[in-house]
């Protein structure tokens, strides 16, 4: 069964203090991993697909890294509108090679953003 | 905005009620997802359709139930509802046309639904 777990559950920062948030999985194969964010009350947002060990992908303040066992989001200089939940997910093959698509997901971090 | 639109936004019913929840895809997109988020669960993948076809069922109750029409739209069927099912319920939709095939999947604003 695949597993994703995010850390730390909850994060604060002041403006423009850059960090980290990992997302680390347990998946038989790995078709894709997905980063969304969450704003409360809200449908999650999607913001990057990784699909191999190694890949990277940059967007504004945002930039997400993928290993065999982990993927981190980095925000760089983060906002006050950076404040959000951060889902991590995962997509994998089923038996016998196939995959329907379906997304398991971490439990995300809490991101507040202060100015 | 997604792109995917959810109706209703809230819904307030009584245990043992029966609701319908409705979900109508992007455009052009095939393949629809339900899942469901509670505070101590997170999100919840619960049954995906494409074109129609029930695909893949993951933890979904015996007493939920969904379909997906030939407009591709597709509703959620809930039913003898317990205070536990209390959630936001969102769909959402993929641009990859085949199950099976890498893609992200987009997701509604969600229905909120309380059971009082």
């Known amino acids: 069964e695949d597993q994703v777990t995010q850390s730390p559950e909850a994060l604060r920062l002041q403006e423009g203090e850059s960090s980290s948030l990992n997302c680390s999985y347990t998946?038989?194969?790995?078709?894709?991993l997905f980063w969304y964010r969450q704003d409360p009350g809200k449908g999650p947002e999607f913001l990057f697909t990784?699909?191999?060990a190694g890949e990277e992908k940059e967007k504004e303040r945002l930039k997400a890294t993928l290993t065999k066992k982990e993927s981190f989001l980095h925000i760089t200089a983060p906002k006050p509108e950076d404040s959000a939940t951060y889902l991590c997910?995962?997509?994998?093959?089923?038996?016998?090679?196939?995959?329907?698509?379906?997304?398991?997901f971490g439990q995300g971090t809490i991101l507040t953003v202060h100015p | 905005d997604s792109g995917v639109t959810q109706t209703p936004k809230h819904l307030i019913t009584a245990t043992g009620q029966r609701v319908t929840l409705r979900c109508s895809p992007r455009?052009?997109?095939?393949?629809v997802y339900w899942y469901q988020q509670s505070l101590d669960q997170g999100l919840q993948f619960l049954i995906q359709?494409?074109?129609?076809?029930?695909?893949a069922k993951g933890n979904i109750l015996e007493r939920f139930s969904a379909q997906q029409f030939p407009d591709l739209h597709s509703e959620l069927n809930l039913s003898s509802l317990e205070l536990g099912d209390s959630a936001l319920y969102f769909c959402?939709?993929?641009?990859?046309?085949?199950?099976?095939?890498?893609?992200?999947?987009?997701f509604g604003p969600g229905t909120r639904l309380t059971v009082l």
């Open positions: 959402a939709s993929s641009p990859r046309s085949l199950a099976g095939m890498k893609g992200e999947q987009f």
């Open positions: 998946v038989s194969g790995l078709r894709g």
């Open positions: 990784l699909y191999s």
């Open positions: 997910a995962v997509q994998s093959y089923q038996a016998g090679g196939t995959s329907y698509g379906k997304l398991t």
């Open positions: 455009s052009g997109d095939l393949s």
């Open positions: 359709y494409y074109n129609g076809e029930e695909r």
